[in-house]
């Protein structure tokens, strides 16, 4: 069974940077990376960074400038590139990704990573 496996989060100070990892357990055919969302107790998950269509990246108004999502698709793992943190990024990191299959596609999500960032 595959899952996705996050690295790289902890804890940095404001005006810092973090790099997140997000790959497969195990190789997975047709398996495309989505996006990035986070999630703060208590509130709905959020996107942060998504591909739309095959090239384009969509980023949320408040990490635009700052993040920088890019993905390997031959070894179908995504990264989030994280510049200028700032106190509200604190928040739990999820990946996603969709592998393409018949009679609906099915949809992965990483197990979450913390993200915290001082002032």
């Known amino acids: 069974q595959v899952q996705l496996v996050e690295s790289g989060g902890g804890l940095v100070q404001a005006g810092g940077s973090l790099g997140l990892t997000c790959a497969p357990s195990v190789r997975t055919s047709r398996l495309n990376p989505k996006g990035w969302y986070r999630q703060v107790p208590g509130k709905e998950r959020q996107l942060v960074a998504l591909i739309l269509g095959d090239t384009v990246t969509e980023y949320a108004e408040a990490v635009k400038g700052r993040f920088t999502m890019s993905v390997d698709n031959a070894k179908n793992t995504m990264y989030l590139q994280m510049d200028n943190l700032k106190p509200e990024d604190k928040a739990g990191y999820y990946c996603?990704?969709?592998?393409?299959?018949?009679?609906?596609?099915?949809?992965?999500w990483g197990q979450g990573i913390q993200v915290t960032v001082s002032s």
């Open positions: 996603y990704a969709v592998q393409i299959a018949t009679p609906k596609n099915f949809e992965y």
